[in-house]
């Protein structure tokens, strides 16, 4: 059983920064892309930064150049920095990742998701 933890949210002032976590467990033969997406109130949810197994990231224009992604392979955990905060960021940040339980048998897993909200 896969399974992705995600830590890290909270309230902050805008203009403040937060870092979010996300940890996968369970019988995993190699994690692919990972990512952080996020669904705002009565909007669709949207890609936030993602992050490929060798390093290479992708961001959503709103977020570029104040978000960071990151991941540790090792640990099989994904990073996001959020700095420069808006209250537009305001949303239920949730992790994902396509793993690869076999080499040939893959799944795309999502956390549970952990609220972010800025104050203006």
């Known amino acids: 059983q896969v399974q992705l933890v995600e830590s890290g949210g909270g309230l902050v002032q805008a203009g403040g920064s937060l870092r979010l976590s996300c940890v996968v467990s369970?019988?995993?033969?190699?994690?692919?892309?990972m990512g952080w997406y996020r669904q705002a109130p009565g909007k669709q949810r949207e890609l936030v930064a993602v992050?490929?197994?060798?390093?290479?990231?992708n961001y959503a224009d709103s977020v570029k150049g104040r978000f960071t992604i990151s991941r540790d392979n090792a640990k099989k955990a994904v990073y996001l920095q959020m700095d420069s905060l808006v209250p537009e960021d305001t949303a239920v940040y949730h992790c994902?990742?396509?793993?690869?339980?076999?080499?040939?048998?893959?799944?795309?897993?999502w956390g549970q998701g952990t609220q972010v909200t800025v104050s203006s």
């Open positions: 369970g019988n995993i033969f190699r994690i692919d892309d």
């Open positions: 994902n990742a396509d793993v690869r339980i076999r080499i040939l048998i893959r799944h795309e897993y």
């Open positions: 992050i490929s197994s060798g390093g290479s990231t």
